[in-house]
T-cell receptor, first 112, second 113 residues
Framework: GESVGLHLPTLSVQEGDNSIINCAYS??????FIWYKQESGKGPQFIID?????DKRQGQRVTVLLNKTVKHLSLQIAATQPGDSAVYFC???????????FGGGTRLMVKP | ETGVTQSPTHLIKTRGQQVTLRCSSQ?????VSWYQQALGQGPQFIFQ???????GRGNFPPRFSGLQFPNYSSELNVNALELDDSALYLC????????????FGPGTRLLVL
């Protein structure tokens, strides 16, 4: 398949380890944040979201942390599996807006 | 699978031509957003349609236009194609017109020669 993200930051982890993918956002007025996973040749797949009135939200094997003080968002993946290999994007929605603004993406590579 | 479908999957056009891309939203969703994703970059917002009206636009020229139909499916039209229009075009469906929890289709890969 085609390659998504030829020059992206890359995080390489061993299968079974935990992964942490970080994202800095710029707009303090953003009120909603979302993480997507994009595999080669596919559209972005929703993983988890969080509103600005929360600091942490957990899903199945994933946790999103939001630090509004330093405008930082992170995605934690527990017990990383080979199927988690993909490019991960964070996106923000600015308060009262209707568009998502995406970050540049991080490539996660899982070594068996 | 998100239930969002796009057609065609791939398309090759020449500079100056016009193209129409299509998107069917997920059942129950009344909002469609279109994004352009250049190779190696995150998606960039083109515009959004909510209940058949344009509901926000990103930094794209007027030759990018769209439509939403009563069944909430949508079209993206690009006139006077330029080489830099080569990209993956993604549509995302959601409900409520506020850009929340957008579910993406597989995209249309456009190559302009």
């Amino acid at each position: 398949g085609e390659s998504v993200g030829l020059h992206l930051p890359t995080l390489s982890v061993q299968e079974g380890d935990n992964s942490i993918i970080n994202c800095a956002y710029s707009n303090s007025a953003s009120d909603y944040f979302i993480w997507y996973k994009q595999e080669s040749g596919k559209g972005p797949q929703f993983i988890i979201d969080i509103r600005s009135n929360m600091d942490k939200r957990q899903g199945q094997r994933v946790t999103v942390l939001l630090n509004k003080t330093v405008k930082h968002l992170s995605l934690q993946i527990a017990a990383t599996q080979p199927g988690d290999s993909a490019v991960y994007f964070c996106a923000e929605r600015r308060d009262a807006g209707n568009m998502l603004t995406f970050g540049g993406g991080t490539r996660l590579m899982v070594k068996p | 699978e998100t239930g969002v479908t796009q057609s065609p999957t791939h398309l090759i056009k020449t500079r100056g031509q016009q193209v129409t891309l299509r998107c069917s939203s997920q059942s129950g969703h009344n909002t469609v957003s279109w994004y352009q994703q250049a190779l190696g970059q995150g998606p960039q917002f083109i515009f959004q349609y909510y209940r058949e009206e344009e509901n926000g636009r990103g930094n794209f020229p007027p030759r990018f236009s769209g439509l939403q139909f009563p069944n909430y499916s949508s079209e993206l039209n690009v006139n006077a194609l330029e080489l830099d229009d080569s990209a993956l075009y993604l549509c995302a469906s959601s409900s409520g017109g506020r850009g929340e929890t957008q579910y993406f289709g597989p995209g249309t890969r456009l190559l302009v020669l």
